[in-house]
């Protein structure tokens, strides 16, 4: 079983390969190859699409007396999927791609137009600017002046990104979760106002000021006597002092202000005598008459 699989050949010793009969060919003759269509192209005749990849048995041949740099150029001949109309194309070894001869239409041209059109306006400018100074200085000028522009375009971007920085996206966008309806978004904002609002309370109540009452007392002594005002627990022992002494200022002044009534003889009071008292004691007297 192991000879199947000798890639070397028995040769004889008394082998001559030049008695070996030769076939006559014709020079330039077509060999038949499988290949892939190299681009997308349209049938002139029928219009049939066909597109880049599809597969053809083609015939081989070479293009004479034509070639690239010592590159030999092939000609490949194919048939319409459905018209059998003849297709022939060419390779292009300078552009590194096919040109169609005959047969079809390539599609999608324009790119590569465009493309050919800006190497070759890129290569005219090249030649302008080496024979004209003053297009090349005006050239020059305008980078200049287009590079300025990205600078500041720049700075300004960084400015941005600098003023953003303060901004926390994840708080906004726990904030702001999707998941979360919209009533229990609601309450968490007006639990955080209410927490807001007592904090701010309890601020106020640190900072109010304490209002001390006096109360006067009318007594048989010729001074009024002022009862001492309870310092609440929440004055500070600094503030203190101060308080004392307007209590003290006060009571001076209201000593000489204060006046106490004298006991008077109580008067005896007359009785009150109403009409219809009187109206009585008219009808009393005319009776006894």
């Keep these: 079983m192991s000879e199947r699989k000798v890639l070397n050949k028995y040769y004889p010793p008394d082998f001559d390969p030049s008695k070996i009969p030769r076939m006559k060919l014709p020079k330039n003759r077509q060999y038949t190859v499988r290949l892939m269509a190299p681009f997308n192209m349209r049938c002139k005749t029928c219009g049939e699409y066909i597109y880049k990849g599809k597969k053809f048995n083609a015939r081989k041949e070479d293009v004479e007396n034509d070639d690239y740099l010592g590159i030999r150029i092939y000609r490949f001949y194919i048939k319409c999927t459905r018209c059998l109309q003849e297709i022939s194309f ?19 041209m324009a790119l590569k137009l465009a493309e050919e059109q800006a190497i070759r306006e890129e290569e005219e400018a090249k030649e302008e600017e080496a024979s004209n100074p003053m297009k090349l200085l005006e050239n020059r000028t305008k980078q200049s002046k287009n590079e300025i522009e990205l600078l500041e375009s720049l700075e300004e971007l960084k400015d941005l990104n600098r003023r953003q920085e303060a901004v926390d996206y994840d708080s906004m966008l726990l904030a702001y979760d999707p998941t979360i309806s919209q009533r229990e978004r609601e309450e968490k904002l007006q639990q955080l106002d209410d927490e807001y609002v007592k904090t701010i309370k309890f601020q106020n109540s640190q900072k109010r000021k304490v209002v001390v009452e006096e109360e006067i007392i009318e007594d048989d002594e010729p001074e009024a006597k002022v009862s001492k005002p309870e310092t609440p627990k929440t004055e500070t022992a600094s503030s203190e002092p101060k308080v004392q002494k307007k209590i003290v200022s006060a009571r001076k002044m209201l000593s000489g202000l204060v006046k106490l009534k004298k006991d008077e003889p109580k008067k005896e009071e007359k009785p009150q005598t109403s009409g219809l008292s009187l109206l009585g004691a008219y009808s009393d007297s005319e009776n006894s008459e």
């Design 90 to 108: 060419k390779t292009d070894p300078k552009n590194t791609d096919y040109e169609i001869e005959a047969g079809a239409t390539r599609n999608f």
